[in-house]
Every structure is written in structure tokens, then in C-alpha cells.
């Protein structure tokens, strides 16, 4: 049976506003092949490096492949993934999620570009990545490694500046758990929506109705992946979706299955990738 764990790491104070999470994924080999290797959505950015064999995703029915010691960017996810270590071989992976506050203070990004795809840092930031790849290879210790790359992080945050309009809705957002309108952000900020929609292609690659969306499904999926039957979660459903069909049509959307379907094959890494 194949071993797995996710190492949480404690991200420098400077970083800790814009990261979600930060942890290292340890795994002995594969997964059995008959297990759901599901990752659902949850508006997060990624920045990865597998240090020890690579990994495989598929996301939309499109194949990546993060190769070992290189660096990939995870653009904002709306459909589910399904992922597995390159080799039946153990497998070492740094991941650093950041929150919507947080991409675009650090990497000047064509976000819509990369929505939906994992790309090589090299054909994003150049000679930057290609630097900081060497020096993560030659680092032996899985401690310097996570030093570099935090440090690399703080040198370009320090060089960026906050977008006040932006971080308001997003702020709004995460608060009101994805149930805020655009119509509410239009009031409140008195920008209309299709200025909103511009600001947030730019920042995030998708507009404030999608993020809202992946949110509000977020706080269900919190608590359905922990194994709480669905018929516990009805009134938890109906403070976030108007009808059974509209939470069903969620519920596909993210994670590509119906949520009894879903239940009956959820395993152990699709739980811990969501709730660690």
C-alpha cells in the first residue's frame, strides 16, 4: 500500500497575508489504480517543485507533467484535477499555495493564460527561474530549499504594490464566503462590473462571479471531504445554493462526479490535499 503525508510548513511572517498554505507532499509511489485521484478546486494559486520524481496531473482532460527539480505555476483551478506521481518511486514535492491576495503581488502574470494549466516558471519569469532552479537543485536540505525559495518570494513582493480595489473585493469574497453579488461590488466600490471583470482577469484570470463560485463551493467541500454523510449536510447546502439542482450542478462542475458517486470513492489523499 502505497505511503503518503503532507508536511505543513509555517511560511515566513512577510509571505504569510498572501499564502494560503505551504507543505511538503511525501508519497512511496503511486496510488493504487482503482483510487479517485481527485483535487478539487479551492481558488488557490500554486507554485510546486518536485524534487524527488515528477508529478502527473490532468486538468480538463489536458495533461501536464511537472518534471523533477524544475518549478511550475498552477493557474486558478475551476475543474477537477487528477494527479499521481511520473514514477511508481518515491516521491518529494514543495508546494506553495497562494490566496488570490497573493499571485499577482508576486509574479506579473498573463493570468487568463495560464487559468486551468501548470507551466514551467521558466517560460513565465525567464532567467529568474533558471536561476533559482540551480540553486534549489544544489541545496541538498530540504530546509534550504524552503529558505531559497521563501527568500526569492520576499525579494519580489518587495518590489510590488497592492491594488486597493481589488484586495477590497477579494476581501469581500472570502468573507461573505462566495454569496456576495457583483452588483454588490459595483455598489460598494462604485466601479461597474465590467470594470471589475477587466481588474480581475488581470490579477486572477477569471471574473468575480467564477471566484465566488469556487468559494461558496469550498466551504461545502471543507466538510463533505471529511466524510459527513450528504444527508447531514442539507441545511449546510441551503445557506449556500438556492436549489438541489443548483447545488448538483456545483457539485459536478468541481468535481467532475455525483456527490453519492464521489462519496463511495473518495480516499485518503483527496480528504488531506483539501483539509491539511
Not at 87 to 105: H, S, V, W
Not at 165 to 188: F, P, T, W
Request: glycine share 6%.
Amino acid at each position: 500500500m502505497t505511503a503518503f503525508r503532507f508536511i505543513p510548513v509555517t511560511p515566513h511572517p512577510i509571505l504569510g497575508p498572501y499564502i494560503a498554505k505551504m507543505y511538503v507532499f511525501e508519497s512511496s509511489g503511486r496510488l493504487p489504480a482503482l483510487d479517485r485521484k481527485l483535487i478539487v478546486p479551492n481558488a488557490n494559486f500554486k507554485l510546486t517543485l518536485t524534487y524527488r520524481n515528477g508529478i502527473m496531473a490532468t486538468i480538463g482532460g489536458k495533461p501536464f507533467i511537472q518534471i523533477e527539480n524544475k518549478l511550475s505555476f498552477t493557474g486558478l483551478i475551476d475543474s477537477p484535477v487528477m494527479l499521481d506521481p511520473q514514477e511508481d518511486t518515491q516521491t518529494g514535492t514543495i508546494i506553495i499555495e497562494f490566496n488570490p491576495l497573493g499571485a499577482y503581488r508576486l509574479f506579473h502574470l498573463p493570468y487568463a493564460e495560464v487559468k486551468n494549466s501548470i507551466v514551467g516558471m521558466e517560460d513565465l519569469i525567464g532567467n529568474s527561474a533558471e536561476e533559482l532552479q540551480s540553486q534549489l537543485a544544489e541545496a541538498s536540505a530540504l530546509n534550504l530549499k524552503l529558505r531559497i525559495l521563501q527568500d526569492f518570494l520576499i525579494k519580489r513582493l518587495e518590489k510590488s504594490a497592492p491594488d486597493a480595489i481589488y484586495d477590497y473585493c477579494i476581501n469581500r469574497i472570502a468573507d461573505s464566503k462566495g454569496m456576495i453579488s457583483v452588483a454588490q461590488l459595483e455598489k460598494d466600490t462604485g466601479y461597474s462590473a465590467r470594470w471589475l471583470n477587466r481588474k480581475f482577469s488581470e490579477h486572477l484570470g477569471t471574473g468575480p462571479k467564477n471566484l465566488s463560485e469556487i468559494v461558496r463551493f469550498k466551504q461545502f467541500y471543507q466538510v463533505y471531504s471529511t466524510g459527513v454523510k450528504l444527508q447531514n449536510l442539507k441545511d449546510h447546502i441551503y445557506q449556500l445554493y438556492y436549489d438541489q439542482s443548483h447545488f448538483l450542478r456545483s457539485f459536478k462542475r468541481f468535481t467532475g462526479a455525483t456527490p453519492t458517486d464521489l462519496q463511495n470513492s473518495l480516499n485518503e489523499l483527496a480528504a488531506k490535499h483539501y483539509t491539511s
